[in-house]
Nanobody, 125 residues
Framework: VQLQASGGGLVQTGTSLRLSCAASGSTFTSYTVAWFRQAPGTEREFVAAIKRSSSSTYYADSVKGRFSISRDNAKNTVYLRMNSLKPEDTAVYLC???????????????????WGQGTLVTVSS
C-alpha cells in the first residue's frame, strides 16, 4: 500500500487543522492506520491510530481530547482532526499502516510496514 499525507501548514495557537492520509495500491480496509509525529532532534512519537473496523481508536495522552482520528474506507483515506493546537504540536506528521499489527504494538513505530512521506505542521505562539 502507498500512503500520501497532506494537510499540514502554518497555523496559530488554538486553531485547527485536518490532516489526510490517502492510500492506494491495496485493500485499505485491511490495514490499521496510525499517525506519528517527529520534531527536529526528537524521536518519532505516536499520536493516534485507528483499527480496520473504525470501532477502535487510540490516542497519545498529549493529544487526547484535542485530536480525533477517523477513516473513510470508501475514499481510502484516514483523517486526523487537530483542535486547540499548541506550539508543542509542531512536527512533521507521518501516517503509517500495517495489516497485522496487534493492539499491544500499536503505539510503536517500528511495527508498521508502510509509511507516507510526512506533512509539516507548524503552530506559532
Amino acid at each position: 500500500v502507498q500512503l500520501q499525507a497532506s494537510g499540514g501548514g502554518l497555523v496559530q495557537t488554538g486553531t485547527s487543522l485536518r490532516l489526510s492520509c490517502a492510500a492506494s495500491g491495496s485493500t485499505f480496509t485491511s490495514y490499521t492506520v496510525a499517525w506519528f509525529r517527529q520534531a527536529p532532534g526528537t524521536e518519532r512519537e505516536f499520536v493516534a491510530a485507528i483499527k480496520r473496523s473504525s470501532s477502535s481508536t487510540y490516542y497519545a495522552d498529549s493529544v487526547k481530547g484535542r485530536f480525533s482520528i477517523s477513516r473513510d474506507n470508501a475514499k481510502n483515506t484516514v483523517y486526523l482532526r487537530m483542535n486547540s493546537l499548541k506550539p508543542e504540536d509542531t512536527a512533521v506528521y507521518l501516517c503509517a499502516a500495517d495489516r497485522g499489527i496487534i493492539t499491544s504494538s500499536i503505539t510503536q513505530f517500528h511495527h508498521y510496514d508502510y509509511w507516507g512521506q510526512g506533512t509539516l505542521v507548524t503552530v506559532s505562539s
